[in-house]
């Protein structure tokens, strides 16, 4: 079992991105949970299952699931002392000191 973050999630198609510290990444799809959770938003910890998919040529998750349960605190703790950043896409709007909109 491997825990990442949700990098980003387009709720419309329920398929997204998972980030693991290190850099590894996981296709996530809303199929692959266990549970179907109600919303999953960017930064979301996922807990799942790695699953190689050979003809797409990508990382898998698989048995997803919401982090929450105590075995989830032994991943947790692994990660302590190792590279613990994810990369988040954000969207950044609003207006400039001359009111001209900016993404």
């Known amino acids: 079992m491997l825990i990442g973050l949700v990098k980003w999630f387009d ?4 398929l997204g991105i998972i980030g693991k510290p290190g850099g590894e990444e996981y296709f996530l799809h809303k ?4 549970t179907k959770p109600e919303k999953i938003l960017k930064g979301t910890p996922i807990a799942f299952s790695p699953k190689s998919d050979k003809a ?10 919401l982090v929450g349960i105590s075995e989830d605190w032994i991943v947790i703790l692994s ?3 190792k590279s613990d950043s994810v990369r988040i896409e ?12 900016y993404r």
């Open 11 to 14: 709720a419309d198609k329920g």
């Open 31 to 34: 199929n692959s949970f266990i």
């Open 56 to 65: 797409k040529n990508r990382n898998s998750a698989d048995n997803s699931r």
């Open 79 to 81: 990660y302590l002392g």
């Open 90 to 101: 954000v969207e950044v709007t609003g207006r400039g000191k001359r009111g001209n909109p």
